[in-house]
């Protein structure tokens, strides 16, 4: 089954993002929960730490970032990212296999 006949069997309650690199997309991906992503994560460490959403930063590279990216004061695209994900980014740096974390994290004035 491919998947999105998982995500029609699945119901409303769960969601199935595909796997966003090689030829597995339609066959592979992670199912979780509607209510819960990676941005709905940094809202519940930013209340823990009591930390500003201002000074948060996302990296990804897959459809599975997309909230985070959006959620983040500056989301940022791996040169490998899915073409959604560029689109909502704030910013694009290399690719994993060329230090585009490295080079990010410059460009951001992190190191």
């Given amino acids: 089954k491919d998947t ?3 995500a029609k069997d699945i119901g409303d309650f769960f969601q199935v993002v595909r796997y966003s690199f090689g030829n597995a997309a339609s066959t592979s991906g992670e199912i979780t929960c509607r209510k819960y992503n990676k941005a ?16 948060t930063i996302a990296i990804g590279d897959g459809d599975n970032d997309l909230e985070m990216i959006e ?31 490295a080079k990010a994290f410059s460009k951001l004035g992190l190191i």
Avoid: C, Q, W
Avoid at 49 to 54: E, I, N, P, T
Avoid at 79 to 85: R, Y
């Fill in 4 to 6: 999105d006949g998982v």
């Fill in 40 to 55: 709905t994560g940094m809202e519940e460490i930013l209340a823990f730490l009591g930390g500003d959403r201002a000074d």
């Fill in 71 to 101: 959620y983040a004061a500056v989301g940022v695209a791996m040169g490998n990212a899915t073409p959604l994900l560029k689109s909502a980014a704030d910013m694009h740096t290399d690719d994993i296999d060329s230090d585009g974390i």
